[in-house]
Structures are given as C-alpha cells and as structure tokens.
C-alpha cells in the first residue's frame, strides 16, 4: 500500500480562482480529515469526513467545502482564493474517527499569485 | 478554547545530550496527546499517543494533567533525531471526533 496518496503535488493559482485537491485513503480506511499548514506553523484542521458524512469543520469559511466519495476517496474545494490561502494542504486518513491514529499524506502545496 | 502551545521553535543539542521538547495544552476534560514528527522531506507520522504509554526511538511523554503537559523526552540524543516534532491535541471522551488540534511545533536540532 503506497499510503495516503494526494494530487497535485504542487498548484499555482491566482487570486480569485477556484482549486479542487484531491485525496486517496490508505485501503480500508473509511475517514478522512484535512489540514492547512501555514509556512511556520503547525497544521489546522479544515475538514473530518466518515463514511461520505461531515463529521467535522474547523474555523474556516464558507469558501472552503469538501466530499467523501463511496470509495473514501475525498476532495477538497476552495473557491474566489486569496493570497492567503497559499499553504501545504494534508489529508490524513483513519480507519474510523475517534482514537484512531490518523495517516498523514504527503500534501498538496498551493500557491496563490 | 483548546489550545496546544510549544513554546520553543528550535531547540539544538549535542548528540548524546537528554532532549526535552515542551508541550502545554488547554482543554478542561480529559484530552488525547500525540506527539507527530516530519523528518526531513518525508510525510507527517505519529511518533507516540499517550494513551499507548510506549516508548518509540527512545523517546517517552507523560501527561501530566496537574501542569497540563505532555513533554516529550529522550535520556541521550542522536543525529537522526533531528527533524520537526508536533504535539496535538485530540478532545477526549464523548467529545472526541478524531479532530486534531496541534502546536506551531519544535525544531529539534542535534549536533554531532
């Protein structure tokens, strides 16, 4: 199993645009979470979801949606970007939610001009 | 509000130097701890949950939730120990839904 998978790699965008980043659980696993990590900081929780549900949303706006696919994998969307939104974008996969160790990707890394 | 706070960024040692990277955490009910560790150009990976009360690589952390810490300790320190290490926070109980809350993080660097 190659892990958590992730696309792109990288993404270069412009203010205003939208970005969809894309995610692919470890085999197995039915949650998926994702993460924004500013340069110098730790990563913030955008999104939970198990089993094609919400099961969770972090402090971010309405710019920011996802989905979970009925073969787990899951999409991040974000839309009218901003400079600010330039991060590394992780997706961690679990088998379930709570005490679970959750699995790391390598994340996608989003640059908006 | 949950917080986790690390309050040093870099911390450098010599090899062979005990290693104690600070955790503090906010939250009034019984909260999971991790510590996750990036080394150099690699993925994000779990290094130790408290609940597990293990030791991987030498490294051990108690909580303690008197001072509300979850430090992260080694007795001797070695040179591929360096890497960027992360203490999270995870709500316990009934509250928890997997949601990881975590700190800005600590370079550790060790030094030959």
């Known amino acids: 199993d190659a892990g958590v998978t992730q696309s792109p790699t990288h993404l270069i965008k412009t203010r205003g645009q939208h970005v969809t980043l894309r995610c692919s659980p470890i085999?197995?696993?039915?949650?998926v979470s994702w993460y924004q990590q500013v340069l110098g900081q730790g990563p913030q929780f955008i999104f939970q979801y198990y089993e094609k549900e919400e099961r969770g949303r972090g402090n971010f706006p309405d710019r920011f949606s996802a989905r979970q696919f009925p073969n787990y994998s899951s999409e991040l969307n974000v839309n009218a970007l901003l400079l600010g939104d330039s991060a590394l974008y992780l997706c961690?996969?679990?088998?379930?939610?709570?005490?679970?160790?959750?699995?790391f990707g390598p994340g996608t890394r989003l640059t908006v001009l | 509000a949950q917080r986790v706070t690390q309050p040093e960024k870099l911390l450098s040692v010599f090899k062979g130097a005990p290693v104690e990277l600070k955790c503090n955490y906010s939250?009034?009910?019984?909260?999971?701890l991790f510590w996750y560790v990036q080394y150099s150009r690699q993925r994000l990976q779990l290094l130790l949950r408290?609940?597990s009360r293990e030791s991987i690589k030498g490294f051990t952390a108690d909580l303690n939730k008197g001072e509300t810490s979850f430090h992260l300790k080694k007795p001797f320190a070695q040179e591929e120990d360096s890497a960027m290490y992360y203490c999270?926070?995870?709500?316990?109980?009934?509250?928890?839904?997997?949601?990881?809350?975590f700190g800005q993080g600590t370079t550790l660097q060790v030094k030959p």
């Open positions: 961690a996969s679990s088998f379930a939610t709570a005490r679970n160790e959750q699995f």
């Open positions: 408290h609940i």
């Open positions: 085999s197995g696993h039915k949650s």
């Open positions: 999270a926070f995870a709500g316990g109980g009934s509250s928890n839904t997997g949601k990881l809350i």
């Open positions: 939250y009034s009910g019984s909260p999971e």
